[in-house]
């Protein structure tokens, strides 16, 4: 038998080659038994054929057909070259193809909740490569802001509970509730969510009733807990009673919710998006800093700006006036602001209030 169309491959067979990626990763390793989501998989990734068990070629690679996609994405955030590869990365890609399809086909189908988990468990296996502030998924698209960020809060929300030093049963269920947070999302007109001119009083509400409709889709989901659920309801509510949908105050709001928070913020507010550019990560860490002052929980920010800026000295940074240099001291009670060294000199960025670190670049 030759290689297959994935048109043709059958849930059940057994691949013999590695399936690669168009990037170079690997898809799905040999020996790999096809699962019936393993199809919207390869499709999503843009393979058009594989090598299972039972070919007369086995001595053959897998061909992998690079087909050019669409480019759907609008004057800001269109396709951007490869920032790196790792094994972190490889797994991402998969999370955001099966997140992607999830998301899609929420209002029609049962939520495929254990691949979900699955998937989520491989990427956590690799949490040592993630860093907050340095981690950046191989293939942006604005279009795909939505997935993108499901995926990247997943992964923070898990770092944050651990941080938080929250029981451990919890960090799974908090990387879920980053994953299915925005999930309301489906039911909302695609045009709101990605429209660049501001939004009407009307037009506003029907965004937000996504944390409505997301505890609705979530509501009889097995394997999730309660807390799940309510952070697709609640992450919007703040300390003060100032939130939506429900004006919930301190206690009243799951600590799910506020983990998420968190961890929504600042990945919305570091991606481009087509009605703003993309922060310096140490700005959104400022400006969450101000937040936890009646809106967010400040013990978790606290915990996660101090955590996201222990970088080694040494580290490659990029100043916003285009200087690149390298942090040699970081202040603990001043972490955003670094002492940069920067074409022989030192700058204190705690006094130079003026600058600040625009971008990590190793």
């Known amino acids: 038998m030759p290689n297959l169309s994935v048109a043709d491959v059958k ?41 299972i068990e039972g070919s007369v070629e086995d001595n053959k690679a897998v061909e ?3 087909t050019p996609a ?16 790792s094994p972190l990365h490889d797994e991402y890609d998969k999370m955001l193809a099966l997140v992607k399809n999830s998301y899609r086909s929420v209002t029609a189908v049962t939520l495929p909740i254990f691949e979900l988990r699955s998937q989520l468990e491989s990427m956590i296996l690799h949490m040592k490569d993630y860093h907050v502030l340095k981690f950046v998924p191989r293939m942006l698209n604005e279009q795909d802001y939505n997935y993108h960020n499901a995926v990247l809060s997943a992964l923070t929300s898990y770092k ?8 451990q049963k919890d960090w799974m269920q908090a990387a879920f509730a980053g994953l299915l947070h925005d999930i309301g999302n489906a039911k909302v007109d695609p045009a709101l969510l990605h429209k660049a001119e501001m939004l009407s009083s009307e ?21 999730i807990n309660e807390g799940v659920r309510l952070a697709a309801l609640q992450h919007h509510e703040k300390i003060d009673g100032s ?14 919710a506020k983990i998420v928070a968190v961890a929504d913020i600042y990945h919305a507010m570091t991606r481009e998006r087509a009605y703003r550019k993309a922060e310096s990560p140490y700005l959104v860490l400022e400006q969450i800093l101000k937040e936890s002052f009646g809106k967010l929980d400040p013990v ?10 222990e970088l080694y000295n040494g580290t490659q940074i990029r100043l916003s006036d285009g200087r690149n240099g390298e942090i040699i001291f970081t202040d603990r009670s001043n ?16 006094i130079e209030r003026d600058l600040h670190i625009q971008e990590i670049t190793s």
């Open 64 to 66: 992998v057909v690079k």
């Open 11 to 51: 849930p059940g067979s057994k691949i013999i080659k590695d399936v690669i990626t168009p990037l170079g990763g690997i898809l799905f390793a040999k020996g790999k038994v096809l699962l019936p989501r393993d199809m919207e998989i390869l499709q999503a990734f843009l393979i058009q054929q594989v090598e």
């Open 203 to 223: 037009e506003k509400e029907e965004v937000r009733r996504h944390t409505t409709y997301g505890y609705q889709f979530l509501r009889n989901v097995t394997a």
């Open 335 to 350: 972490p955003t602001r670094p002492m940069v060294q920067v074409e022989g000199k030192i700058v204190n960025l705690a």
């Open 243 to 256: 939130g939506y949908p429900l004006r919930l105050e301190g206690t009243q709001i799951h600590f799910y």
């Open 300 to 309: 978790i920010v606290q915990t996660f700006i101090q955590k996201t800026t």
């Open 160 to 167: 944050i509970a651990q941080w938080c030093n929250y029981p």
């Open 70 to 85: 669409k480019n759907t994405a609008t004057k800001v955030g269109a396709v951007v070259k490869e920032k790196s590869s």
